[in-house]
């Protein structure tokens, strides 16, 4: 199928379930539809639990949905592919890996040379702002860092799509502000399309361009938030009215799945 519009991601009609070892199989996923344009950041909220890491796993292709078809770049996703990349919550590094090893392991896995290997790693090492910590282990850095190596590792391949699980959701409020700026920063230089997954409302605002707010499990797309904040965008948008009442209107939207859900805060895990 070929792209057309701009469309970078296309889910439709998407089931997943896993099985129970007592009782009905639980359902996760249930008729999401949803597409995403080429260069656009979209985030996914919702109630815990409701499923949307199962989403995520299912446009990197390391879930398979039960029913339903997801196509990125017009291409249908069948496993995990080089055109996205994915950054986890809890970091996922080698422990037993330097810096530089980290973020070239992908580029060893598609068999690029190893100067090449360097050459590129070394390149968005200095793009996350970690030039001069190449031959660190994780053990030795911040989680800021750690996850600053994460996405690095997730940018070397230049994947076409970025799918992004709570990146943040494990770092203090200071950092998480600042890494926010950065990834930010990052895409309005290098724009891709990135799917972002997050409790954080503010977070969701601040970096997107639409929000999807899931219902409780089994998912469905409750609603679609569209954030008109211009860009390029920085800090000071945090301080605007118009920033408050779309964090509000998720809020709003977010306690409209109150009754079916046991969501009780904002930032819930």
């Known amino acids: 199928m070929a792209v057309t519009n701009g469309i970078a991601i296309q889910v439709t009609r998407v089931k997943k379930g896993f099985p ?11 008729e999401i539809s949803f597409v995403v344009e080429r260069n656009e950041f979209v985030s996914v909220i919702g109630p815990s639990g409701c499923g949307k890491t199962t989403l995520l796993h299912v446009l990197d292709g390391l879930t398979r949905p039960d029913e339903g078809d997801v196509l990125i ?31 070239a ?10 100067m090449e290997r360097a050459r590129r790693a070394r390149s968005v090492i200095d793009l996350v702002g970690l030039t001069g910590f190449e031959g660190y282990y994780p053990h030795t850095l911040s989680g800021g860092m750690q996850q600053r190596v994460g996405l690095a590792r997730a940018l070397v391949v230049n994947p076409d799509t970025l799918l992004l699980d709570e990146p943040f959701g494990a770092l203090d409020a200071q950092t998480r502000h600042q890494l926010q700026d950065e990834l930010l920063d990052l895409w309005q230089g290098r724009p891709k399309t990135v799917v972002l997954v997050t409790h954080d409302m503010e977070e969701a605002v601040y970096l997107s361009d639409r929000v999807l707010v899931l219902t409780p499990r089994p998912a469905r797309i409750a609603r679609e938030i569209a954030v008109p904040l211009p860009r390029p965008r920085d800090s000071t948008v945090r301080r605007t009215a118009a920033f408050a009442e779309l964090v509000e209107h998720v809020w709003e939207s977010l306690k409209g799945q109150a009754t079916r859900s046991t969501y009780t805060g904002r930032a819930q895990s």
């Open 105 to 114: 392991f992908p580029l060893d896995l598609c068999g690029i040379p190893k």
């Open 73 to 103: 770049n017009g291409h249908r996703v069948t496993g995990p592919g080089s055109d996205r990349a994915m950054v986890f919550q809890d970091f996922a590094l080698l422990p037993w890996a330097t810096v530089l090893d980290n973020v």
């Open 20 to 30: 129970a070892p007592t009782g009905p199989d639980l359902r996760a996923l249930d």
